[in-house]
Each structure stands twice: as structure tokens, then as C-alpha cells.
């Protein structure tokens, strides 16, 4: 089925080259992320692998080699199959990995000393840290700080806040074995980056119609929404520019989802101004107006806050306890207009028939002996009440630190698979959106359950491939199901349940094999041709992101359209004659790569990491700092070397702006 895959030796005598890059991991995204290094960017690599078969699929035949071997074999015969045909490459230059040698496989448990030694650590330009295990890729991150103090490192962390003190550390042991170090290399020798975090809006997009897309530059968020076909006679707000065109059939069930082997039924990255006024009838990604990134916004929880008496007591127990309020209120209104008593009397009394805390009324008028006797028989219906009260109440402190159980009425929800690292992730991304969500997990310990109990969530505890777990979750009144589980085939077997319940369902499947997804996409597809169906790979949407901070850049995010991913990095305009002395829209390369912003602070003020979001105070007297970003930029503005800009590029786009820049010698 993979065809014939070349040997790859694993060369463990010869020492790789100066300037070289290594990829330690376990899983997919190590594979992946040496693909695009070799492939794409034309990198000399050693993809350093545990030796036996994956962890997370170990019902495949094949090793971990052997599965790389395999990737590397469709790729490079992908390649040979551009190359010959009448498609060239970004700028024409052809071929960008001629005379680049393979990859090197090497496989060791563990990435230790004599390890990383063996492969060139202190000759390699970067080393990337992507194993599923934080605390190994910590470990590995301090041994190679140690060997090659000028290493570029990009490590793969779940834990956020962890990240952010391991980069001051990282970086502050550089600067103190390199005195004098270049503020700007300093800045690009440590990248902490979460695949989990990269790849989660764009899964949390597949369930949504019309979703958008955030990427944040120097506490800004950029908004890359997208947006439907205009209607005839309509005209829609252009943003500040067009990103993409979708394809054709991105809004019909039955059309295909492009990708980068699409040929003209994909989707159109960075298009021209008349490319897009002759795009009839597709749809369109457009960079809307940025606003300021909030940085203690917290998700929202469905339920609100606290515990209303909606979740303290049955709607069963508020009916009776109003049914007796009206009673007593009837009561004291019949007092009133029998007897001569003021409200606050004829009140008093009829709590104490209530109450059974009254005289029998035996001289009193006929009518005030009625109502003592109604008041008594609704004080026989009190007591059950106040005790039915108590026991809920009980009941609701002793299941506070349980999970929610879904609704009876819930509709138009979005049923979640899986609370691993993606799925949480995921789950705080569809909660920002107000997007109500119920989670179907089978490990009652899995990592993001105490978050969807703090959030209030729904939660269904089982095992999805038996039969009634899903009909907890209210499959058949859902809007769309997200499949994030680690194992392919069970993702798969949800589906297809799903579809057999309700066949106009909205799926996503988070799948790991490529070839796999693109076979369960057109099965699906054909099967079910009036639902929306969509494959995605964590790891083909968080490699492009780590490779380009292994080639140093800042990458301030990336999002996918459809099955291509667009990039968005800070680059310093020295160095890149594309667009060094070129204006705006001379330095606009269709397909390629588009200048977004302009960074008008002064070099020696600007911050060095345009993702992070300034520091200040929103409750206290301090205004938020001034973003120097320009966004409305000047078509005849001249770049200069100084220039600091914020840039959209395709893959091979940025590839070909970081070819191009070691070729230059930099200015002095």
C-alpha cells in the first residue's frame, strides 16, 4: 500500500556536517516535523526515534523507523512527481532539495549525553524537544544547553507557565555562557510551543460554521474569519485584506476539501486583487480589525456562577414550592376580602393555620373557619415539601464535586470525544465561544476532567464504542462531533455510530495517518453526501509552526484553510532582498507571502517576542502600553533594513524567504 520506500541507513558512523538539525520524538509530530525541515526548507536532518513501535499506535506492523522510512519515501516520491511535471516551485527557482542528503534515522530510549553527542548536538544549528513526555523533553533541553551553548532550541511543552520560566532559564544560561551575545540571537535560542495549543483552534473551527481564526501580536489579536460567498447584489467588508480564497466546494457537503495535492480545486493562499475579483462563488478568509488581547479573560463555564436554584433543586420541587406560595397567597387575599383584618393580620394568621401554630377559629365567622381549614390542608402539603427540599439540598453539596450529567433539553450542542491534551485544549477554546459542549471521556482521571467540572460541563463516562454512551451525550439533537481520542479507530467507530443515528450530523476526526484520513474523508463523504465531514492531523497542523521557530523566526501562529496552513511570523527586513528597499506592494509575492504590519517602535524598544501580551494592570489606573504595529499600511511605503515586519506566508513561502537569507551575507 505505501509503495516502494527507499532505504534509509541509519549511518550511525559518519558524523553529520555542521549547521545540521536534529528532531528528537515518539510520535507523529517528530516524523512530520522532519518532513517539512527536509522538504520543505531543504534542511540537512537527524531524526533521533525510540527504538521499537509507537506508543500511541501500536497495532501498526511497523516500527518507528519503519513508519519514518515510509513517510519519508511518499514525500520524496510526492517531490519527484512536482518536479516532473509542469508546476513549478515558489520564484521558480525548481528543485530546493537538490543536493540535500536524507534524513538520518537514529534510535536510542532516551536523548542522553553520548546520544546527542553522537548526533552532532555541538555542531547543529537547532535541536527540537517533541516528545510526549514534558519532563523528558526538559531533561534533554538542559543536556543540550549544557553541550552547545548556542544551540537554537524548540521544545514541545503541554504546561504553559512551565514553558515560560524554562525559556528565561534556557536563554539566561546562554547569555552566561556566551558574554556579549546579540539580544536578537538570544531571543530566538529558546521557543517553548504547544502542539496542543496550536492545533486546537483549528479543531475547535471544524465544529463551527462561519468560525474564526486568533492570532496574537504584541497583546493584539488578529482575526482571520471566514467568511460565505456573497449573495447576488451583495457586497461584503473586505477586512483589512484577503488571506485566502476557499474552494469551490468548501460549502457543499459532497465537494472536495483541498490541500496542497489538490491541484485547482484547492484553496488559493494569499491571493492577488484580481484573483480575488474574479473568484465568483468561493468563499473567503479575511483578516478582520484587530482588537486587544485580554489576558485574564477565563473561559466561560456553562451554569454560571456559584449554585443557582436551578442546579440545587428539581424543576419537579420548584413547581410544588410554588403551587403552595400561590395557595397561601389565595389565602390571605380570601381573608382580606371576608374579614375586616388588615394585610399584615390576615397574613400573620393564615402562616399560622399554615403552620399548624393557630387556635381553632370557634367563634369566629363561617368564613374565617373555611380558610383556617384550607390553610391547614395546604400546611399538610408544607411539610413534604420543606422535607423534599432538605434531602435536595443535601443531595447537591454531597454531588457538588461531581460531574454534570446532560440536560434533558439540550440541543444544538457539540459533543467532544476524548480529554486528553487536544481535547482540553479544545474544550477551553469552544467555552471562549459561548459554545455549548458535552464531553464523552472513558478514564474518569483523564487530565482535563477537573476542568470540565470546574467549567460546569457536561460529562458522559464511558467508553464511546459501547452502545447507549453516546445517547447520553444527546447525539441525535447535537450540532456537530468532534472525535479528538488518540486511537484513530476509535474515532472512526464513533463516527460512524454518530451517522448511523443522525446522518446530517457535522464530524471532525482527528486522525494521525494521513492516507487513512484521506480514505475515511471520501468514504464519509459519499456515504452521508448531506453532511459536512472533516479530517484533521495534530501533527500536520503544529509542524509548520515548529519548523519555522527552528529556523529562528518568531511564528506568531498559524491557522488552516481547509487542508493547507498559512503562517504568520515577525521577520526583520534586513537580510531578505525580496523585501529590503521594495515597497509594500512591490514586496507582495501572490501565493507566497504578504506584508501585514509594520513594527514602527524603535529598534532599541522593541520587545522581543511580539506573541507575548504586555504587562499591565486593566483593573488599576494603567492604560494598556501602545502597540507600535501599523496595519494599515501604505502601498508605496519603502521597506528599510531597520523595519521590523509581521508577515503571512505560505510554507514554502517562508521557506523560500529563509533559503534566500542565508545565501545573503548580512550588513554590517
Not at 534556557?170 to 551575545?181: H, N, R, S
Not at 493562499?269 to 475579483?277: E, F, I, K
Not at 484587530?290 to 433543586?313: E, H, Y
Request: with cysteine; hydrophobic share 45%.
Amino acid at each position: 500500500m505505501l509503495g516502494f520506500v527507499p532505504p534509509l541507513p541509519q549511518q550511525p558512523g559518519r558524523p553529520p556536517s555542521a549547521g545540521h538539525m536534529i528532531v528528537c520524538g515518539d510520535d507523529a509530530l517528530a516524523r512530520r516535523l522532519a518532513v517539512e525541515l527536509r522538504y520543505v526548507y531543504g534542511e540537512r536532518v537527524t531524526l533521533l526515534l525510540p527504538p521499537g513501535r509507537d506508543a500511541n499506535s501500536p497495532e501498526t506492523p511497523l516500527t518507528q523507523r519503519g513508519r519514518a522510512a515510509a513517510l519519508f519515501g511518499r514525500m520524496s516520491a510526492a517531490m519527484n512527481r512536482a518536479g516532473n511535471g509542469n508546476g513549478t516551485a515558489v520564484g521558480g527557482s525548481g528543485d530546493t532539495n537538490a543536493g540535500v542528503e536524507a534524513v538520518r534515522i537514529m534510535e536510542a530510549p532516551e536523548p542522553s549525553d553520548d546520544v546527542l553527542e553522537e548526533a552532532g548536538v555541538d555542531r547543529a544549528a537547532a535541536l527540537a524537544l517533541v516528545y510526549d513526555d514534558d519532563e523528558r523533553n526538559i531533561r534533554a533541553a538542559l543536556t543540550a544547553r549544557r553541550l552547545n551553548p548556542r544551540l537554537r532550541l524548540v521544545i514541545r511543552l503541554y504546561n504553559r507557565k512551565l514553558g515560560l520560566h524554562l525559556e528565561e532559564l534556557l536563554d539566561q544560561a546562554a547569555a552566561v555562557a556566551m558574554p556579549g551575545i546579540d539580544p536578537a540571537l538570544l531571543d530566538a535560542s529558546t521557543t517553548v510551543l504547544s502542539d496542543a495549543d496550536t492545533a486546537a483552534p483549528a479543531l475547535a473551527a471544524t465544529a463551527l460554521t462561519g468560525s474564526s481564526k486568533i492570532i496574537q501580536a504584541e497583546g493584539l489579536l488578529l482575526r482571520a474569519a471566514e467568511r460565505p460567498p456573497p449573495r447576488p447584489g451583495e457586497t461584503l467588508d473586505p477586512g483589512l485584506c484577503t488571506l485566502a480564497l476557499l474552494s469551490s466546494t468548501t460549502n457543499d457537503p459532497a465537494g472536495s476539501e483541498g490541500s496542497d495535492s489538490s491541484g485547482d480545486e484547492a484553496p488559493q493562499l494569499l491571493p492577488d486583487a484580481r484573483t480575488v475579483a474574479g473568484a465568483a462563488g468561493r468563499g473567503t478568509v479575511v483578516l478582520e480589525t484587530v482588537s486587544r488581547a485580554d489576558p485574564d479573560r477565563p473561559a466561560t463555564r456553562m451554569g454560571g456562577r456559584g449554585a443557582p436554584l436551578s442546579q440545587v433543586f428539581s424543576r419537579r420541587l420548584r413547581w410544588s414550592a410554588l403551587g403552595v406560595a400561590a395557595s397561601a397567597l389565595a389565602l390571605v387575599i380570601a381573608s382580606l376580602l371576608t374579614t375586616e383584618d388588615t394585610a399584615i393580620h390576615s397574613t400573620y394568621l393564615t402562616l399560622l393555620d399554615l403552620l399548624g401554630m393557630n387556635d381553632p377559629a370557634e367563634k369566629a365567622p363561617p368564613a374565617r373557619q373555611i380558610i383556617q381549614l384550607l390553610s391547614g390542608i395546604a400546611g399538610l402539603l408544607l411539610l413534604p415539601l420543606l422535607l423534599a427540599a432538605v434531602l435536595e439540598a443535601f443531595g447537591t453539596l454531597r454531588t457538588a464535586s461531581s460531574l454534570r450529567r446532560p440536560p434533558r433539553g439540550l440541543s444544538g450542542h457539540v459533543v467532544l470525544l476524548g480529554l486528553g491534551k487536544i481535547g482540553t485544549r479544545v474544550l477551553v477554546q469552544l467555552r471562549e465561544l459561548d459554545v455549548p459542549v458535552v464531553v464523552v471521556e472513558e478514564d474518569p482521571d483523564a487530565r482535563g476532567v477537573p476542568l470540565a467540572r470546574s467549567m460546569h460541563v457536561p460529562t458522559v463516562i464511558g467508553d464511546v464504542t459501547q452502545e447507549g454512551v453516546l445517547e447520553a451525550a444527546k447525539i441525535r439533537r447535537a450540532h456537530a462531533l468532534l472525535a479528538l481520542t488518540s486511537i484513530d479507530i476509535t474515532n472512526l467507530e464513533a463516527a460512524l455510530y454518530a451517522r448511523s443515528v443522525k446522518p446530517d450530523l457535522r464530524v471532525a476526526l482527528r486522525l494521525y495517518d494521513d492516507e487513512f484520513a484521506t480514505a475515511v474523508y471520501r468514504t464519509l463523504r459519499a456515504a452521508h453526501p448531506g453532511a459536512l465531514t472533516r479530517s484533521r492531523s495534530v501533527s500536520h497542523l503544529a509542524a509548520p509552526a515548529f519548523a519555522g521557530a527552528m529556523m529562528g523566526r518568531q511564528i506568531l501562529g498559524a491557522i488552516p484553510v481547509e487542508r493547507k496552513v498559512m503562517l504568520f511570523a515577525a521577520l526583520e527586513v534586513a537580510g531578505h532582498p525580496q523585501l529590503e528597499d521594495h515597497t509594500v506592494e512591490q514586496a507582495f509575492r501572490a501565493g507566497a507571502w504578504r506584508v501585514l504590519a509594520i513594527d514602527a517602535t524603535p529598534p532599541a524598544d522593541r520587545a522581543p517576542d511580539l506573541a507575548a501580551i504586555p504587562t499591565y494592570d486593566p483593573e488599576g489606573d494603567a492604560t494598556p502600553p501602545p502597540s507600535g504595529l501599523v496595519w494599515d499600511l501604505h502601498p508605496g511605503y519603502v521597506l528599510r533594513a531597520t523595519d521590523r515586519v509581521v508577515i503571512a506566508a505560505t510554507r514554502r513561502g517562508l521557506a523560500e524567504l529563509l533559503r534566500r537569507q542565508r545565501s545573503v551575507a548580512p550588513r554590517r
